[in-house]
């Protein structure tokens, strides 16, 4: 959990060296991975920011795609938030900032492809 509340709600694949609630951490050392298939998800709750949040920064490594979903305040649907094709790093730090369309009060974070059969989540952070 992040001091605004935030925290992983459930992810697609377990790792008990590399669990999903690595990625609220301040530690880039420390990593969610994934499992060498694709998709792959990491669910949020963002509590105190449930609404305010209008955008995320991820920082990964091999990720190609991703996509954002969210759950809207007012109509509790699901609609897509953002959609990124993340540059090729060979193996470096992805640092992007995704644009958030609507206020939301679950983030799920779906990791389409990769550029390797396993992708990492180091951080995530919602502004």
Known sequence: MTDTG??????????????????LTRDLGTFFATTGLF?????????EQAGS???MRTWTTNVKAITIYG??????????????QLPFSNGGMQIEVHALS?????????LESGFDDFASVH???FE
């Open 53 to 55: 949040a209008r955008r």
């Open 71 to 84: 759950v809207e305040l007012a109509s509790g649907a699901e609609t897509v938030l953002a959609k990124a």
């Open 102 to 110: 609507s206020a939301a009060k679950t983030i799920r974070l779906v």
């Open 6 to 23: 935030a925290r992983v709600l459930c992810a697609t694949s377990t790792d008990e060296n590399c669990p999903a609630e690595n990625a």
């Open 123 to 125: 951080r995530v952070e």
């Open 39 to 47: 998709p792959q998800e990491i669910v949020f709750g963002l509590g």
